[in-house]
């Protein structure tokens, strides 16, 4: 790029990182901020005006460049610097188990339970009865095989990492037969065909897209096959001329053949959820009592915990994937550990677990509940002293998110909301902006905010920031 003379004279007045650093530190309130922040800051805004002078910027002011600009500037960037990246934000979405904005709230026991482990040391690998190292896995393993009826049980990282250390324990180098309409993607593009590739499981499919029957599968096995792979849809749903083999068929054919039967339960559930109106989920231990092999299913999703990816099965199964040596690159560390224990704890009673995790909570909320949020907030909108701004009560749907129940319609009453001359991008713009950040949904030229998923303490918050975009 060639620089002009004038360039070049801007470059110059430039003043250097050291200078501007020794002239903050002159101030009272900068010596109060770590000095590498400060420094940052400064290197970073000269960067932006050298990029500036450099691409020919008519909007540089003569006094951009002084030091008492540039000093004022650094400052307020080192507030942003310091500022948390991952931050608390109000879902106003309707998306009940939202991935991007962090699945799964927790429980109030879970949070008890995690601040209490986190804040002092724990007998997480400590067997408290023999006086000896033992296994992080104990604390889960006995309540996650009363709850599923399963012999033994593990925990990973996620589903993804249940998934890839099952078929990498069980089936590595062997043909793993699946239907080719169970081949999912989930978010962020990770197939099943790569996570098997990964594992070293041979991908065998059978059937088509749409049907796939049991003799497809005893048509396909050979001396090199070691699993049935059972893979739930729960983020698609194939409606039509289908057919799919049932886990109780597949698991009697696995065990004609003496072979592992596998079952991706995906979002997996504790609780029947048909039984309380919503969409009918295959439970865990639904698919355990078939005699499936193993069974693997999110912690974060419908179970409402964190993430985490759990294993449950029989016990000769079980022991060999522990004894994988993938087991440790895989582990949860002991907050994941303390939420997920304190989780399951409340299934055990599933009317408590219904009234205290937040993610069944949610799903199961009546639409007059949600009225009733609706036209608090609709009403304290209107009493704000703000002409231009129409807010209107809307039927529409929420949805349960998280690669879950992708049929499900969840009746809803949202707060629809428009201001004169400012487009619904701009209103979400700007509340996506606010401190904490309220997230919504645009439909029907209107900016949406969704009851369900909003808490009560959170109705002053987005008044608030509505009433400071009036203001502005």
């Known amino acids: 790029?060639?620089?002009?003379?004038?360039?070049?004279?801007?470059?110059?007045?430039?003043?250097?990182?050291?200078?501007?650093?020794?002239?903050?530190?002159?101030?009272?309130?900068?010596?109060?901020?770590?000095?590498?922040?400060?420094?940052?800051?400064?290197?970073?805004?000269?960067?932006?005006?050298?990029?500036?002078i450099l691409n020919g910027s008519k909007n540089l002011e003569t006094n951009d460049l002084s030091t008492e600009t540039l000093l004022q500037q650094a400052f307020e960037r080192t507030a942003i610097l310091q500022t948390f990246n991952l931050k608390r934000v109000i879902n106003a979405?309707?998306?009940?188990?939202?991935?991007?904005?962090?699945?799964?709230?927790?429980?109030?026991?879970?949070?008890?339970?995690?601040?209490?482990?986190?804040?002092?040391?724990?007998?997480?690998?400590?067997?408290?009865?023999?006086?000896?190292?033992?296994?992080?896995?104990?604390?889960?393993?006995?309540?996650?095989?009363?709850?599923?009826?399963?012999?033994?049980?593990?925990?990973?990282?996620?589903?993804?990492g249940a998934v890839l250390l099952c078929l990498d324990t069980l089936a590595r180098n062997?043909?793993?037969?699946?239907?080719?309409?169970?081949l999912v993607e989930i978010g962020g593009s990770f197939r099943i065909p790569d996570v098997m590739a990964k594992s070293g499981g041979l991908l065998k499919e059978v059937g088509t897209t749409n049907r796939t029957h049991l003799r497809d599968y005893e048509n396909a096995i050979t001396s090199n096959t070691s699993m049935l792979l059972k893979v739930h849809t729960s983020n698609f749903h194939v409606i039509g001329f289908t057919a799919?083999?049932?886990?109780?068929?597949?698991?009697?054919?696995?065990?004609?053949?003496?072979?592992?039967?596998?079952?991706?339960?995906?979002?997996?559930?504790?609780?029947?959820?048909?039984?309380?109106?919503?969409?009918?989920?295959?439970?865990?231990?639904?698919?355990?009592?078939?005699?499936?092999?193993?069974?693997?299913?999110?912690?974060?999703?419908l179970l409402g915990g964190p993430q985490a990816g759990l294993i449950v099965g029989r016990k000769t199964i079980i022991n060999q994937i522990k004894a994988n040596p993938l087991t440790r690159a895989l582990r949860i560390d002991k907050l994941t550990l303390a939420a997920l224990e304190a989780t399951l704890h409340l299934y055990r009673d599933p009317a408590t677990a219904i009234d205290r995790i937040p993610t069944i909570r949610k799903l199961l909320m009546p639409k007059p509940e949600i009225e009733h949020r609706a036209n608090q907030l609709k009403q304290r909108l209107e009493q704000l002293d703000f002409p231009q701004l129409s807010v209107h009560l809307c039927d529409l749907s929420s949805k349960a998110g998280?690669?879950?129940?992708?049929?499900?319609?969840?009746?809803?009453?949202?707060?629809?909301?428009?201001?004169?001359?400012?487009?619904?991008?701009?209103?979400?713009?700007?509340?996506?902006?606010?401190?904490?950040?309220?997230?919504?949904?645009?439909?029907?030229?209107?900016?949406?905010?969704?009851?369900?998923?909003?808490?009560?303490?959170?109705?002053?918050?987005?008044?608030?920031?509505?009433?400071?975009?009036?203001q502005a």
């Open 1 to 52: 790029m060639k620089v002009s003379g004038q360039q070049q004279d801007l470059l110059r007045q430039l003043p250097g990182v050291d200078y501007l650093l020794s002239e903050a530190l002159k101030n009272p309130e900068c010596r109060l901020i770590p000095k590498q922040v400060l420094l940052r800051a400064i290197r970073e805004l000269l960067e932006i005006r050298r990029h500036t």
């Open 93 to 160: 979405t309707g998306v009940v188990v939202h991935t991007n904005l962090g699945r799964s709230c927790l429980a109030p026991e879970a949070i008890e339970h995690v601040a209490a482990t986190a804040a002092r040391y724990s007998n997480l690998e400590f067997d408290l009865k023999l006086g000896r190292r033992g296994s992080r896995y104990s604390a889960v393993e006995d309540i996650l095989c009363e709850l599923s009826g399963a012999e033994a049980a593990t925990v990973v990282n996620n589903n993804a």
């Open 174 to 182: 062997k043909e793993v037969i699946i239907s080719r309409g169970e």
């Open 244 to 301: 799919a083999v049932p886990l109780p068929d597949l698991v009697a054919l696995g065990n004609r053949f003496n072979l592992t039967v596998m079952e991706d339960l995906g979002s997996g559930n504790l609780i029947d959820l048909a039984a309380y109106g919503l969409t009918a989920e295959p439970t865990v231990q639904a698919a355990v009592s078939t005699g499936a092999h193993v069974v693997t299913f999110s912690g974060d999703k």
């Open 402 to 470: 998280g690669g879950s129940l992708p049929l499900l319609e969840l009746p809803s009453c949202c707060v629809g909301i428009t201001i004169a001359a400012v487009s619904p991008n701009a209103i979400e713009k700007r509340l996506r902006q606010n401190n904490p950040p309220i997230i919504g949904r645009i439909e029907n030229d209107m900016f949406l905010l969704d009851p369900r998923t909003v808490l009560e303490d959170e109705l002053d918050i987005i008044v608030s920031a509505i009433h400071s975009i009036s």
